[in-house]
């Protein structure tokens, strides 16, 4: 088994800088438009369904039809509840997912390699270190954005500061778990260099669509297979993404219902947008959180 987690992790590795790298080169062909363009649909996508399996990932094992409406529901009511609480504090709402993706994605990305890595403060300060890297290059964006949705003005200092300390973090829970993790450093020093240049050149959107596409939902859909089914092969996530496909329609039509309906208030369409971000991140995270413990039990 840890074997196959390793020869998955390497492909995944493999299929993460070619895909890096090939982005890197449509950024200098084509134009900012067509690119915005397929990192929107790339995020429908896979970003969208590779947290649309939740409620299978939560029951599995346990008996169906019965339990996927009960999950279902509940699940939704959480999400509806968590979205109320932040509609009326979208600079919270903001701060929530930032924060709670930090742990996600350095999660996520430290055990493409090896599944069997565990270390909470690690994971939190590596994905701190990706969003302050993406912030830093792009802190006028940033700026606007959050004054935009919340009348606060970030100072230009924050961003430095942001990345000395997770840059420090970082470098300290790599320290202390340095023998868990030292047959994958030079993999993530890679990917990280690639990063930066991601982050460089691309438009804070597509920036942060890249990694999140590439870099976290499709492994992270690799991993949801084989938890589910035993197997990443083609036949499993063909079943993967049958499984998803009504959460993700339902998903859409959301997204679309919402943009016909606040699309003229862009300010107001921004207030509501993270504090839908905030209410899907929780539960997904805590989803996926309980799927990785359950991995390595």
């Not at 997912?97 to 590596?126: A, K, M, R």
Request: contains cysteine; glycine residues 4%; charged residues 10%.
């Amino acid at each position: 088994m840890l074997k196959n987690s390793y020869e998955s992790g390497n492909k995944l590795f493999t299929f993460i800088v070619i895909s890096t790298i090939f982005s890197i080169i449509l950024n200098w062909i084509l134009s900012d438009y067509n690119q915005l363009v397929i990192y929107f649909v790339l995020v429908l996508l896979f970003g969208i369904i590779h947290g649309a399996n939740d409620i299978y990932l939560i029951i599995r094992g346990k008996s169906k039809n019965k339990k996927i409406s009960k999950t279902t529901f509940i699940y939704v009511i959480i999400v509806l509840l968590i979205t109320l609480i932040f509609f009326s504090f979208p600079l919270l709402s903001l701060m929530f997912f930032v924060l709670f993706s930090c742990y996600h994605f350095g999660e996520q990305q430290w055990t493409i390699l090896d599944e069997n890595i565990d270390s909470g403060p690690l994971f939190f300060n590596y994905g701190l270190l990706i969003f302050s890297t993406l912030f830093y290059f792009h802190r006028n964006e940033v700026v606007e954005i959050v004054f935009m949705i919340s009348s606060f003005n970030l100072i230009d200092d924050f961003f430095k500061w942001l990345l000395i300390i997770s840059i420090t973090l970082t470098l300290v829970s790599l320290f202390i778990n340095f023998k868990k993790v030292k047959s994958q450093i030079l993999n993530q020093v890679v990917l990280l260099l690639l990063l930066q240049i991601v982050f460089s050149q691309l438009s804070l959107f597509n920036s942060f669509a890249l990694y999140f596409v590439i870099y976290h939902s499709i492994p992270s859909i690799f991993e949801q297979t084989s938890f589910l089914y035993g197997s990443s092969a083609f036949p499993f996530l063909k079943k993967y993404f049958i499984t998803a496909l009504p959460y993700w329609i339902t998903a859409l039509i959301g997204l679309l219902v919402f943009y016909l309906v606040f699309s003229q208030n862009f300010i107001f369409s921004l207030d509501i947008f993270f504090s839908f971000l905030a209410a899907i991140t929780f539960p997904h995270v805590i989803v996926i959180y309980k799927m990785k413990k359950t991995t390595n039990d």
